[in-house]
């Protein structure tokens, strides 16, 4: 193959294989053009020889005239490898979903030999690159026979300003790769009073994932079905979880009211909306709890994206943000009295109740007859 002869005059057609302008050294016409078994991987024909998809060609402009260029994607960015002798009228030339050149025939066929497409997060299916080309009106006293030697077929002798515009497109279709889910935790260490309930700043946890959305399917009362996420809380010292809400989710393990562990599966905006709020609890003296005796604890969090969406199976991330224990303001006046909704204030002891105002069982204490004196009470 001349590679000289292809940079200077660019054919007018190139094959078409699996809906592409161009195809592999080893593959249709072009193999027929090289050398018996085809070409190397490091050929200098297969790396610059073959690389262009799209191509301009105007008999009539000359070489020194310009034409205008459009190209757009919808589903992805496009990106010029080189920019010489171009005037941008839209878009730089880098990841533009549109963008407008004038330049040269050679100047135009030279960003288009390695122009490179890049998807969207999350895109998937077909999308189509699209090519719109634009000449310039010639002057009267010049007309294509002056340029080509021949006058076309059904062509008057003088260009009557008129502009022509050619399209052409490629289509492309983007296999998902999945991505991996984020956590966003608290930045700073969660400040919670000992033995009661505190509840987490709103927005502080949060899961993304970038590609869940692209698996949502919609039926045809148009409601929306997400894909199902898994996502487990633990703490490291004993302390106590209870999410916001319990809308939309199943539970694997726990059941997010004063859990130490728990796994639940939902959509992600049902898991974010239970992390929504998320309270901790670090109670003295309750089983397996340390928090207290060390003033910390720690909470993890996983989360599964169960394969939703794209190539790579299923992927993980996990997080974790520290807990400060500090002792409760009225932990010297829990022998004063409460007030309750089912008791006054003032007749009802803190040691009558447990938490939730619930009363506690009567003490009682083992007698037998005859212990004390017959007519005492």
């Known amino acids: ?3 000289a002869a292809l940079d200077a005059t660019w054919p007018p057609r190139f094959g078409i294989y699996d809906h592409s302008l161009y195809y592999p050294a ?30 301009v060609l105007d008999k009539d402009t000359p070489p020194d005239g310009h034409l205008t260029l459009t190209l757009s994607a919808t589903k992805g960015f496009l990106s010029l490898n080189s920019v010489d002798g171009l005037t941008f009228v839209t878009g730089d030339g880098f990841q533009d979903e549109s963008l407008v050149i004038r330049g040269t025939v050679s100047a135009l066929n030279m960003a288009l030999r390695d122009l490179r497409y890049l998807p969207h997060p999350g895109a998937t299916g077909w999308d189509t690159v699209q090519a719109v080309v634009q000449d310039s009106p010639l002057e009267c006293g010049l007309n294509a026979t002056h340029l ?21 497109d490629l289509r492309i279709y983007i ?12 930045h700073e260490v969660w400040t919670v009073k000992a033995n009661s309930w505190t509840e987490l700043a709103q927005g502080a946890l949060v899961v993304s994932d970038s590609d869940m959305e692209e698996a949502m399917q919609q039926d045809d009362h ?13 703490t490291e010292r004993g302390g106590r979880l209870r999410l916001h809400t ?4 199943a539970f694997v393990e726990g059941d997010g009211n004063e859990d130490m562990a728990l796994t639940m599966v939902g959509s992600i905006t049902s898991i974010n909306q239970a992390l929504d709020g998320l309270e901790y609890r670090c109670k003295p003296g309750a089983r397996a709890a340390k928090c207290a005796e060390e003033s910390s604890d720690r909470i993890t969090i996983q989360a599964n994206d169960n394969g939703y969406s794209g ?3 299923a992927l993980s991330a996990s997080a974790f943000f520290d807990v400060d224990v500090v002792a409760s303001d009225d932990s010297s006046g829990m022998s004063e009295s409460i007030e309750s909704e089912v008791y006054p204030a003032g007749t009802l002891s803190w040691h009558d109740v447990h938490d939730g105002y619930q009363a506690l069982p009567e003490e009682r204490k083992q007698t037998r007859f005859g212990d004390g004196d017959f007519w005492d009470d």
Do not use: Y
């Open 1 to 3: 193959m001349d590679i």
């Open 26 to 55: 080893n593959v249709g016409r072009l193999a027929e053009l090289g050398p018996r078994g085809g070409f190397a991987a490091n050929n200098d024909m297969v790396l610059h020889g073959v690389d262009q998809a799209f191509a």
């Open 148 to 168: 080509t030697g021949v006058t076309p077929r059904n062509a008057s002798s003088c260009d009557d300003g008129v502009r022509h515009e050619v399209e052409g």
């Open 175 to 186: 296999t998902a790769v999945n991505d991996p889910p984020t956590i966003q935790v608290p």
């Open 222 to 234: 148009g409601n929306f079905a997400a894909p199902p996420m898994t996502v487990s809380l633990a």
């Open 246 to 249: 319990f809308e939309g989710l």
């Open 311 to 313: 190539r790579g199976g």
